[in-house]
Structure formats: C-alpha cells, structure tokens
C-alpha cells in the first residue's frame, strides 16, 4: 500500500522534474557553479563574491547572453553552499558537474579550491578560485585560474611603508585561521630580512573571540611601533579601535583580506586607522573599469562593493567570453586557452582590476596598487613603483 | 600590576556578559529540563532588535535595550507556547531537535532580513577613562554595573515576589508545586519571559563594543553551556560563578600564557572541575 503510493509519488516527481527540465531545454543555458560559504561566519564573504557573479550574468543575459558557435546561450548560476569546508566543497563539486553539467566553477576560499583540484582535471571542469595563495597555481593542475594577485607581491611593499614610517619593532595580532597562518609564514621572515624584529606574537581568533582587550593589551605590553592585523574586515577594525583605546600611537600593516575603508567603519574613522598599509580599497582606485564598477554595483546596493565582488564580476565577465571565443560550452580545455585572447579583449568597464595577463600557471596578473593612511586620507602607490624606489 | 587589574576588568567584563547568558540558559532548564539551545539566538534576535530601534528608528539607546527586552521575552515566551509546551510529553530528545530548528530558524530569518553584513551599534558611552596605565571604557563599566544590578534584581525577585517563589518552587519540586496550586503554564512562560530579557540586555550591553551579525549567538551559548555545566545545571549561583570563572580564565590565561590557548585553557578548567565535583560547582536545582 505505502510502497504503491511511493511509486506513484516517485513517479509525478519524475514527471514533473522532466517538464521542468523540458522548459528549460527550450532556450540554451549553460550552467557555471559556484561553491562558497553562503551561511555561517562567512556566509558575508561568499555572498559577496556571488553577487559579482549574478552582477555579470544579468548584464551578459541581458544583452541576450552569449554566442557559441552560432547558438545563443542564457548563462545561469548554480549556487551551492559549502560553509567554507573543502570538503562540502568536493562534494558540491561532484553535484554542480553530474547535475547541472558545469564547465566551470567557481570558489572563494583555497581549502575548496584544493579539494576541487583532486578530480577536477579528470572530471573535466574549469576551477576559477578566488584566493591568493600562491600553492594554488604552482602545484601544475591544468585547469585552475587563479584570480586575484599573489598575496606574497604585498609583503615586502607592506614592509617597507610600515617600517620607513613606524619604526622596527613588529608585534603580530593577526587571526588564526589559514589563510592568516600563510600571511605570518611569508611576513614575518621579511620583516626580519628587511632589518625588523618582532617583539610580540599573539595570534587571535578573529572569528572565535568575544573581545580582544586580552589579546591585544598582551601584545602591547611588549611597545611595538607597527602591528600586524588582519583577518575579516570589521574584527579587523575591532582590533584596531581597542588597541588604540588602549594608547597605540604607531602604524597597521593590514593583511589583504580586511579593507581599509572597511576596517576604519567599525575602527572609529580613517584618524584612527592613520598609518595603516593595506590593499586599496576599490572605491579609491584610480583604475579606469573601477570607477565604473563602484557606480554599477551603487544603483543595486546600498552598500559599498568590495573588492571579491568586483574581482568575481570581472571573471565572470572574462569566462564567458572566453566560452563564446572557445566556441564551446562543455570543453573546459578550449575554455581555459581562450582566456588569454578573452583577456585581450574585455573592455576596461568589466575589468575594474586592470587585468593584463594570465600566465601560463593560470595566475591573473596586475600591477596592484598599495594603500597607505596618510593624515586621514587614503595615498595610492603601484607596486611597481615602490620596487624602482630600491 | 596595572596590566594584571586591565586583566581583571577584562575577565568582570567577559564573566558578566557569560553570567547574563548563561542565568537564562539555567532558569529555563531548572524549570523544565530543556537544553535551550534556541537561547544563542534570541541573544542574536536582542541584538538586531536594539540594533533597529537605535540605528534604523533612531531611539535613545536605553529606550532600544528596553524594547530588545520586551521582543526577546514575548518572543522566548512564543516559543515556549508554541514549541516546547506542545512537546511536554515527548521524549526530551525532542525538546533539543525542536530547540535547534528554533535557533536555525531565527537566524535564517535574521539573514533574510538584514543580509550577513556585520552591523554596528554605536554607543552613546564612548568616553574613555584613564587611571595611570589602565584604560577603562566608560561602555566597560557599563556593562559590567549593568550586569551585576541584573544579577541582584533578578535575586530579589526570585527570593522576595511570589511569582519568584513560584518559579523556585518548580525548579526544587514539580510534583511538590502542582500539589501546593503552582500554575506550571504561568511559571513556564515566565521563565522564559525572564530568560529572553536578560539574553537580549546582555546582547544589548555588550554589542556596541563588538559586532552585531547572524552568527554571533553560537560563541556566547557555547560559553554560556560550559558555563552551566561547570556551574551546576540549573544553579543560579552557578551561572554567575562560572560565567565568571570562565571570563578570569579567558583574560589572565589569554593575557599571561596564550591568546591562542584561551579557550583551552577555560575548557580544561571544566575537565578538572567536573572530575573533582561531577555535578558541577553547586549541585543541581536552584536553592
């Protein structure tokens, strides 16, 4: 009886799944994954940098989505949520290319990346990762992109400002999670190599924390002239505001992934983050595309964009270009050698960055700008200039 | 020295804020035996109210804590209305799944409403005091005041109002109170009446010097849990003792052994407390 009933469930559900599928076949869609953290602690940061996502396909679909081959496709995305573990990641991945058949997916954070990259080649689908870890790239897998910069190209300028302006004496109070741990590994030997020594090394749990009065008094007691900070923006500028309320005078180096502009929202304004190095935040780029991005991204939202969504909306953009001049939508292969042509070709409003290049790695390379608080106002340097200065 | 007393004030302004949270959690289990775990959101939900009214309604921030206060408590009691009284019978396995399914749900509708973003609330107490080397936010101070004339209210209505004597009657004796005329529905909603209160005026005391977001009710009820247990599930005292405990433990051994560590440090403390006193510091019910 209940077995007959499950039948006849399965068997609607069947029916109405195929008439589903049926309206979609009538016009072309190619599907492009995303996995990210879309609840939990960083559920902000994969929203974030879905919306470049969804920012870019409304404006492809829009424009009546994308010629392949002489057939116009509808781009669509697959979201799915991966709270941040690789291994969810993995396991979205298997969904987004044996359900919906992607080509590419998308993801935020380097420990997805990494779980993609066990089967990704053999199971035939683009990884466009959104993290700057350099391991990413360098480990040979064909079919990676590696969007934004290497986070390496920040540590000696960072040195360099901070330690010019503050003084030698280091005390590091970043976060404790990965990513931080890659920062600390490749920042505190340059700040030594550069001449530096670090007096005091409290590594907080930025995510974990309820207060960091404890952590931050801790490394204060040993009178540093600069502080490494760093983790999600706005426990960044609780970190900042606390170690000013309690008497630091000296300079931040900012770890990528927090924003200045950002950062001082929640630290107490830009007086209070004065001498911070960091990334520029978009809206003070002077890049030809980010000016026009801030303005797209201010009609929809009422807050500012940052930097993951713009950097996601320029991939976007760039891969499905990229399909139209591979002339295929299920050939990651062709997919991943247009880019380079695809590139060439993007137009500046859809490259905020100023992307010029892809190596053969699958790194995206920039000339990054480097921020610097300098009496309350933002000052914008290009990498390349500060290492002429040598 | 000074940075031994910034510890100490450190530790008061922690164990307060964990003692707030963690009375809630054991008032609601010495009356009916249910692990609210639901209660890490309704301490988010206080946030977002306080959050609302001050920022998006532009109410005098005292007026925002009172009226967090009120939302969190009607809205504690509808869910004892509406979730755990129906499940009065059930096996108490089903109190917990019910009360998970509460806390996903207030979060997912938090998120819907006002997005992950991190959200400010900014404090009308921005002063700063200074003694010599110690710094003392006048926000700090607040919070540490505000928590301990909570604490003792919250005393003296337990131990001088009928309606308190009603609720420590049924945390003691169920049967024992049915049997002198306590009405079980009334104490209930109460209870969580109070419970919902204090959790949404700690989120409301303690957000202006931290972030408002959906999450950031699963650290303070992780806290407040190890907090009870060490306590003695359903001890008032206990609460307030091991929120305490465990805010001493998080600043001195954050500040002299490591940040790091910090949290290891207060659950080995629960280990070697628990193994010399099973049943927690003060034995169980409230007395």
Same mark, same amino acid.
């Given at each position: 009886?209940?077995?007959?009933?499950?039948?006849?469930?399965?068997?609607?559900?069947?029916?109405?799944?195929?008439?589903?599928?049926?309206?979609?076949?009538?016009?072309?869609?190619?599907?492009?994954?995303?996995?990210?953290?879309?609840?939990?602690?960083?559920?902000?940061?994969?929203?974030?940098?879905?919306?470049?996502?969804?920012?870019?396909?409304?404006?492809?679909?829009?424009?009546?989505?994308?010629?392949?081959?002489?057939?116009?496709?509808?781009?669509?995305?697959?979201?799915?949520?991966?709270?941040?573990?690789?291994?969810?990641?993995?396991?979205?991945?298997?969904?987004?290319?044996?359900?919906?058949?992607?080509?590419?997916?998308?993801?935020?954070?380097?420990?997805?990346?990494?779980?993609?990259?066990?089967?990704?080649?053999?199971?035939?689908?683009?990884?466009?990762?959104?993290?700057?870890?350099?391991?990413?790239?360098?480990?040979?897998?064909?079919?990676?992109?590696?969007?934004?910069?290497?986070?390496?190209?920040?540590?000696?300028?960072?040195?360099?400002?901070?330690?010019?302006?503050?003084?030698?004496?280091?005390?590091?109070?970043?976060?404790?999670?990965?990513?931080?741990?890659?920062?600390?590994?490749?920042?505190?030997?340059?700040?030594?190599?550069?001449?530096?020594?670090?007096?005091?090394?409290?590594?907080?749990?930025?995510?974990?924390?309820?207060?960091?009065?404890?952590?931050?008094?801790?490394?204060?007691?040993?009178?540093?002239?600069?502080?490494?900070?760093?983790?999600?923006?706005?426990?960044?500028?609780?970190?900042?505001?606390?170690?000013?309320?309690?008497?630091?005078?000296?300079?931040?180096?900012?770890?990528?992934?927090?924003?200045?502009?950002?950062?001082?929202?929640? %630290? *107490?304004?830009? !007086?209070?983050?004065?001498?911070?190095?960091?990334?520029? +935040?978009? #809206?003070?780029? /002077?890049? &030809?595309?980010?000016?026009?991005?801030?303005?797209?991204?201010?009609?929809?939202?009422?807050?500012?964009?940052?930097?993951?969504?713009?950097?996601?909306?320029?991939?976007?953009?760039?891969?499905?270009?990229?399909?139209?001049? %591979? *002339?295929?939508? !299920?050939?990651?292969?062709?997919?991943?050698?247009?880019? +380079?042509? #695809?590139?060439? /070709?993007? &137009?500046?409003?859809?490259?905020?960055?100023?992307?010029?290049?892809?190596?053969?790695?699958?790194?995206?390379?920039?000339?990054?700008?480097?921020?610097?608080?300098?009496?309350?106002?933002?000052?914008?340097?290009?990498?390349?200039?500060?290492?002429? !200065?040598? | 020295?000074?940075?031994?007393?910034?510890?100490?004030?450190?530790?008061?302004?922690?164990?307060?804020?964990?003692?707030?949270?963690?009375?809630?959690?054991?008032?609601?289990?010495?009356?009916?035996?249910?692990?609210?775990?639901?209660?890490?959101?309704?301490?988010?939900?206080?946030?977002?109210?306080?959050?609302?009214?001050?920022?998006?309604?532009?109410?005098?921030?005292?007026?925002?804590?009172?009226?967090?206060?009120?939302?969190?408590?009607?809205?504690?009691?509808?869910?004892?209305?509406?979730?755990?009284?129906?499940?009065?019978?059930?096996?108490?396995?089903?109190?917990?799944?019910?009360?998970?399914?509460?806390?996903?749900?207030?979060?997912?509708?938090?998120?819907?409403?006002?997005?992950?973003?991190?959200?400010?609330?900014?404090?009308?107490?921005?002063?700063?005091?200074?003694?010599?080397?110690?710094?003392?936010?006048?926000?700090?101070?607040?919070?540490?005041?505000?928590?301990?004339?909570?604490?003792?209210?919250?005393?003296?209505?337990?131990?001088?109002?009928?309606?308190?004597?009603?609720?420590?009657?049924?945390?003691?004796?169920?049967?024992?109170?049915?049997?002198?005329?306590?009405?079980?529905?009334?104490?209930?909603?109460?209870?969580?009446?109070?419970?919902?209160?204090?959790?949404?005026?700690?989120?409301?005391?303690?957000?202006?010097?931290?972030?408002?977001?959906?999450?950031?009710?699963?650290?303070?009820?992780?806290?407040?849990?190890?907090?009870?247990?060490?306590?003695?599930?359903?001890?008032?005292?206990?609460?307030?003792?091991?929120?305490?405990?465990?805010?001493?433990?998080?600043?001195?051994?954050?500040?002299?052994?490591?940040?790091?560590?910090?949290?290891?440090?207060?659950?080995?403390?629960?280990?070697?407390?628990?193994?010399?006193?099973?049943?927690?510091?003060?034995?169980?019910?409230?007395?």
């Amino acid at each position: 009886m209940t077995f007959t009933k499950t039948i006849r469930r399965v068997a609607a559900a069947t029916a109405l799944a195929m008439g589903l599928a049926g309206g979609a076949h009538a016009a072309e869609t190619v599907n492009i994954g995303f996995t990210g953290p879309l609840s939990g602690g960083a559920a902000l940061y994969g929203e974030n940098t879905l919306e470049g996502l969804r920012m870019a396909v409304e404006e492809i679909n829009a424009d009546g989505g994308i010629d392949v081959d002489g057939t116009q496709y509808e781009i669509n995305i697959e979201s799915l949520d991966d709270m941040y573990s690789p291994s969810r990641a993995a396991v979205n991945g298997k969904r987004l290319v044996q359900q919906s058949n992607t080509p590419v997916v998308f993801t935020p954070h380097s420990g997805g990346t990494f779980a993609l990259q066990a089967f990704n080649e053999r199971d035939g689908f683009l990884i466009m990762s959104y993290t700057s870890i350099p391991s990413v790239t360098e480990k040979g897998n064909e079919l990676t992109v590696k969007i934004p910069p290497n986070f390496t190209d920040y540590v000696e300028p960072f040195t360099k400002i901070a330690m010019e302006r503050f003084g030698k004496k280091l005390g590091v109070a970043n976060a404790t999670h990965d990513y931080a741990k890659y920062w600390t590994k490749a920042f505190v030997p340059a700040w030594k190599e550069a001449g530096g020594e670090v007096v005091a090394s409290n590594p907080m749990d930025y995510n974990k924390s309820a207060d960091f009065y404890t952590g931050v008094s801790k490394v204060l007691s040993a009178d540093p002239d600069v502080l490494f900070v760093g983790g999600a923006s706005e426990p960044t500028g609780l970190v900042v505001r606390q170690a000013r309320e309690l008497g630091f005078e000296g300079g931040f180096v900012v770890m990528d992934q927090a924003k200045i502009d950002e950062v001082a929202n929640v %630290a *107490g304004g830009m !007086d209070a983050v004065e001498g911070a190095v960091g990334v520029t +935040p978009l #809206a003070h780029s /002077d890049n &030809p595309g980010a000016a026009d991005f801030v303005e797209k991204y201010k009609q929809e939202h009422d807050n500012v964009a940052t930097s993951e969504t713009a950097y996601n909306y320029f991939a976007m953009h760039l891969v499905a270009r990229a399909i139209e001049q %591979a *002339g295929t939508v !299920d050939d990651p292969i062709a997919i991943r050698k247009a880019i +380079p042509e #695809a590139l060439a /070709d993007l &137009p500046a409003e859809y490259n905020p960055y100023d992307v010029q290049e892809i190596s053969d790695d699958g790194d995206l390379i920039i000339d990054a700008e480097v921020a610097e608080v300098v009496d309350g106002e933002i000052e914008l340097r290009r990498i390349s200039d500060l290492k002429d !200065d040598d | 020295m000074e940075l031994f007393i910034q510890q100490i004030l450190n530790g008061l302004t922690l164990g307060s804020i964990y003692g707030l949270v963690a009375l809630g959690l054991t008032l609601v289990y010495g009356i009916l035996h249910v692990p609210n775990f639901a209660h890490g959101a309704l301490y988010m939900v206080g946030a977002y109210v306080c959050y609302f009214a001050m920022v998006e309604l532009g109410l005098n921030y005292w007026v925002a804590m009172v009226a967090a206060a009120a939302v969190v408590a009607l809205l504690s009691v509808l869910c004892e209305r509406l979730v755990f009284h129906p499940l009065r019978h059930a096996p108490p396995i089903h109190d917990k799944i019910a009360a998970i399914g509460i806390l996903l749900f207030l979060e997912a509708v938090v998120q819907m409403h006002w997005g992950a973003d991190f959200r400010r609330i900014p404090t009308p107490y921005n002063e700063i005091l200074r003694l010599g080397e110690l710094t003392l936010p006048v926000q700090r101070l607040l919070i540490i005041g505000g928590a301990f004339a909570l604490m003792g209210a919250l005393h003296l209505y337990l131990k001088k109002t009928m309606t308190g004597l009603t609720i420590i009657a049924m945390a003691q004796n169920r049967e024992g109170a049915f049997l002198v005329g306590i009405d079980a529905n009334r104490v209930a909603m109460m209870t969580f009446a109070i419970a919902g209160a204090l959790a949404a005026i700690a989120a409301s005391l303690f957000a202006p010097i931290n972030l408002v977001y959906p999450a950031m009710g699963h650290l303070v009820l992780l806290k407040a849990f190890v907090i009870i247990i060490l306590g003695g599930m359903g001890s008032i005292p206990g609460a307030i003792i091991g929120g305490l405990i465990i805010g001493f433990a998080e600043a001195l051994g954050g500040f002299y052994i490591s940040s790091t560590y910090k949290d290891v440090i207060a659950f080995v403390l629960l280990v070697v407390i628990l193994s010399i006193k099973p049943t927690g510091l003060f034995t169980k019910g409230v007395r």
